[in-house]
C-alpha cells in the first residue's frame, strides 16, 4: 500500500534527477543569447504585467529578457512568503537593491507587489503537452491555480531544449503551461486549452 501510495513521487524523484543531470550540462556549456526566444515572445505583450523569476543552480536566465520588458511595463520577480503558501510578486528592475531570499534567490530589497498577467516559469523537465515537473514544493503549481481562478493568465515555461522528455508523471494538483520557451524553440499550446493575458 505505502508503495503504491508513493510511487508518482518516486517516479518524479527519478525525472528530476535525470533531467537535472542534463540542465546542468547546458548550462555549463554556457552561451549568449538564450533569452532570445523569450524576449521575441514577450515583445508581443509590451506593458502586460509580467513576472519572471532569479535564476538559481543550472536555471536558464531570464533576465535578459526581464531587463527589456521592464522598459515598458511591470516586471516582477517571485517573493516566498510563507512555506506552502502561493508566491507573491515584487516589483524587479535592473540595477535594483537586491537581497538574499530563500533558497538561493534574490529578491527585491524593498518589497513592492502587484498581480503579473504573464509568468514565466522555471522548471526542472517539460513535455509537448505542456506539462512541467519542478523541484516538488508546489509554490508555482498553488501560485497558478490562485491566477488562473482570478483570471487569464499566460504561463511561460522558460527551459533548455534537453529538459524536454516524452512523458512526465503527472498528479491533478500539477498546473500545465500555457508555452514553453527554450534557447531554439518557441512551443504555443494555447490551442490545447491554454488561456491569454487580459490586454491593459
Given at each position: 500500500?505505502?508503495?503504491?501510495v508513493n510511487a508518482p513521487e518516486a517516479r518524479k524523484a527519478a525525472a528530476r534527477k535525470a533531467?537535472?543531470?542534463?540542465?546542468?550540462?547546458?548550462?555549463?556549456?554556457?552561451?549568449?543569447?538564450?533569452?532570445?526566444?523569450?524576449?521575441?515572445?514577450?515583445?508581443?505583450?509590451?506593458?502586460?504585467?509580467?513576472?519572471?523569476?532569479?535564476?538559481?543552480?543550472?536555471?536558464?536566465?531570464?533576465?535578459?529578457?526581464?531587463?527589456?520588458?521592464?522598459?515598458?511595463?511591470?516586471?516582477?520577480?517571485?517573493?516566498?512568503?510563507?512555506?506552502?503558501?502561493?508566491?507573491?510578486?515584487?516589483r524587479w528592475e535592473p540595477g535594483m537593491a537586491m537581497r538574499e531570499g530563500p533558497f538561493g534567490?534574490?529578491?527585491?530589497?524593498?518589497?513592492?507587489?502587484?498581480?503579473?498577467?504573464?509568468?514565466?516559469?522555471?522548471?526542472?523537465?517539460?513535455?509537448?503537452?505542456?506539462?512541467?515537473?519542478?523541484?516538488?514544493?508546489?509554490?508555482?503549481?498553488?501560485?497558478?491555480?490562485?491566477?488562473?481562478?482570478?483570471?487569464?493568465?499566460?504561463?511561460?515555461?522558460?527551459?533548455?531544449?534537453?529538459?524536454?522528455?516524452?512523458?512526465?508523471?503527472?498528479?491533478?494538483?500539477?498546473?500545465?503551461?500555457?508555452?514553453?520557451?527554450?534557447?531554439?524553440?518557441?512551443?504555443?499550446?494555447?490551442?490545447?486549452?491554454?488561456?491569454?493575458?487580459?490586454?491593459?
Amino acid at each position: 500500500m505505502g508503495a503504491a501510495v508513493n510511487a508518482p513521487e518516486a517516479r518524479k524523484a527519478a525525472a528530476r534527477k535525470a533531467a537535472l543531470a542534463r540542465r546542468r550540462a547546458a548550462h555549463e556549456r554556457g552561451g549568449a543569447g538564450r533569452a532570445g526566444r523569450l524576449s521575441e515572445v514577450l515583445a508581443g505583450h509590451r506593458g502586460v504585467p509580467l513576472a519572471g523569476y532569479w535564476p538559481i543552480r543550472s536555471e536558464i536566465d531570464p533576465r535578459p529578457a526581464m531587463a527589456e520588458a521592464a522598459a515598458y511595463g511591470p516586471v516582477g520577480v517571485p517573493v516566498i512568503i510563507a512555506a506552502g503558501q502561493p508566491l507573491k510578486f515584487s516589483r524587479w528592475e535592473p540595477g535594483m537593491a537586491m537581497r538574499e531570499g530563500p533558497f538561493g534567490a534574490r529578491v527585491p530589497a524593498v518589497g513592492d507587489f502587484f498581480e503579473p498577467e504573464i509568468l514565466i516559469v522555471p522548471l526542472v523537465a517539460f513535455d509537448l503537452r505542456g506539462g512541467r515537473l519542478g523541484y516538488g514544493g508546489g509554490y508555482y503549481d498553488r501560485t497558478l491555480e490562485l491566477l488562473r481562478g482570478r483570471g487569464a493568465v499566460l504561463a511561460i515555461g522558460f527551459a533548455y531544449d534537453v529538459q524536454q522528455v516524452e512523458d512526465l508523471p503527472l498528479e491533478p494538483t500539477d498546473q500545465s503551461m500555457d508555452m514553453i520557451v527554450t534557447e531554439s524553440r518557441i512551443i504555443d499550446l494555447r490551442g490545447k486549452g491554454g488561456s491569454a493575458p487580459r490586454s491593459i
